[in-house]
């Protein structure tokens, strides 16, 4: 079936971004806005002999092009991958209209996709395009619900903590609400208790578990997580450095932690 993509023409040949682009370099991302590979979210896989064959030059000439759009942040390449992003791409499509019930779920599955070492930037930019609602309803829906007793999330990159009680694992009670930090932000309060977060460390937190959930890290249910994060708080020695590696840390091998 055929499809329509649209340009926005001032956004693209008036555009500040493309002032250093020379001629080829504006054709390559035409090209990338409107290939016949091309997605809802602009990261897609990409063949450099393909790519080249449809614009009329080789593998090699496409790959030059390719480097000078990644200088100039305008397109990232992967060559071991053969994953494209076109880093301009909700300059010229409209990101709230990914987020409707007809193409939620495709654009969930392809942020999957998504290279792990590109997903913060992508969701970034992504959901600054976004208003809070919307940005609930991808975030949400990127994590799907594997233990429903405790509410699946995940979290981010690794780093050396001490040591985390794995029985707060089994603490079925509500945690309690110290009086100096009752609110929670609008997205981690659809589905987790932050309230033992610290206000300002608790999107970190929620973002570092859609990471992990998102790659595949997530080995413990987001509440556990957020709980252990909330005990580390509590501790005037313990308290993070980085929320966000802690957070994904602990997401992945809280169960593996020996008890104190």
Known sequence: MGRQRTIRDQNFWRSPRL???????????????TAPDSNITGVYPLVP?????????????????????????????????????VRIWWDHHTATQVTGPKLRARAVEEIRRIPSEWLDDFLHDFNDRLDDGQQRLINDALLPRSNPAVGDVSVPQACGIDTVSDQVRHNSKPQPKPSTETKTTSRSSYE??????????????????????????????????????????????????????????LAEHLNRLDPP
Not at 19 to 33: I, Q, R, Y
Not at 50 to 77: F, S
Not at 216 to 230: D, I, T
Request: some cysteine.
């Open 19 to 33: 002032l250093n682009c020379s001629t080829e370099d504006k054709v390559a991302l035409l090209h990338l806005l």
């Open 49 to 85: 002999r393909i790519a080249g064959a449809e614009i009329g030059w080789t593998a090699e000439q496409w790959l030059q092009v390719m480097h000078r759009l990644q200088d100039e942040g305008l397109a990232k390449y992967d060559q071991v991958k053969y994953v494209v992003w």
């Open 192 to 249: 987790l208790d932050m309230s033992g977060i610290p206000t300002e460390y608790q999107s970190d937190v929620y973002r570092a578990l859609v990471k992990a959930k998102t790659i595949g890290k997530l080995r413990n249910g987001g509440q556990l997580v957020v709980s252990a994060m909330a005990e580390r708080f509590r501790s005037a020695s313990g308290k993070p450095q980085d929320a966000v590696a802690l957070t994904m840390y």
